[in-house]
């Protein structure tokens, strides 16, 4: 089966640098992406990667290795926002696919 | 655009009805799927379809039904509910990416069934 590795919670101070990882066992992996959920909120795409290496937008990077079957969101000058669930979620099936984890609980404090 | 609705936001059923789960687009995205999200746990995927006509079954299918029949629309029928479908429902939306269609994917607001 598909499974994805998380830490359940992760704790920073506000203006602080924060990396949320993900291991994951897939079986047809096409690639890794980012989701983010406030409490009683919906998902929101933050990032995709597909290939190796490191992608950046604004505040937020994810990373990739294939090799390794890992990969990390990077979440900097974290703000009291960004207090939320944050989602890896492996695209397989044909790239139809996504299996998520079972998510990390980003607490921010001043 | 008003993205992907889902209606309605809040069900509660009695053990062995049935009822339909409602989600639209308006982004003429070929690619929907439902997903349940059950607490404290990541969404598990019960059903998808990559246009009009043609869906699949995902993690967790077992209880539920799915028809796509137009682009827009793509509804989640309960058979005949039972306590463990009580959770959260999100329907999904995305365009074509460069590999498949699953990868940035777009939620609606859910909707939360209380089956008693």
């Known amino acids: 089966g598909q499974s994805l590795e998380q830490p359940s919670e992760v704790t920073a101070v506000e203006g602080a640098i924060v990396q949320i990882n993900c291991t994951y066992q897939?079986?047809?992996?096409?690639?890794l992406s980012w989701y983010q959920q406030h409490d009683g909120g919906a998902p929101t795409f933050l990032s995709y990667?597909?290939?190796?290496g490191l992608e950046e937008t604004g505040r937020f990077s994810s990373f990739l290795s294939r090799s390794d079957s890992y990969g990390y969101l990077l979440l900097q000058e974290l703000q009291m926002k960004d207090s939320a669930s944050y989602f890896c979620?492996?695209?397989?099936?044909?790239?139809?696919?996504?299996?998520f984890g079972t998510g990390t609980q980003l607490k921010v404090e001043l | 655009n008003a993205g992907v609705t889902q209606t309605p936001k809040f069900q509660v059923l009695k053990t062995g009805q049935s009822m339909t789960l409602q989600c639209a687009q308006d982004?003429?995205?070929?690619?929907m799927s439902w997903y349940r999200q059950d607490p404290g746990m990541g969404l598990r995927l019960i059903h998808y379809s990559v246009g009009a006509g043609i869906t699949d079954q995902g993690e967790v299918p077992n209880g539920y039904n799915v028809s796509r029949s137009t682009t827009e629309d793509f509804p989640l029928r309960l058979l005949s509910a039972a306590p463990s479908q009580t959770s959260v429902y999100f329907c999904?939306?995305?365009?074509?990416?460069?590999?498949?269609?699953?990868?940035?994917?777009?939620f609606g607001p859910g909707t939360r069934l209380t089956v008693t």
């Open positions: 982004m003429n995205h070929e690619y």
């Open positions: 979620a492996a695209l397989t099936g044909g790239g139809n696919k996504l299996t």
């Open positions: 999904a939306s995305s365009g074509r990416g460069v590999t498949g269609q699953g990868n940035e994917q777009y």
């Open positions: 897939t079986s047809g992996f096409y690639g």
């Open positions: 990667n597909a290939l190796d």
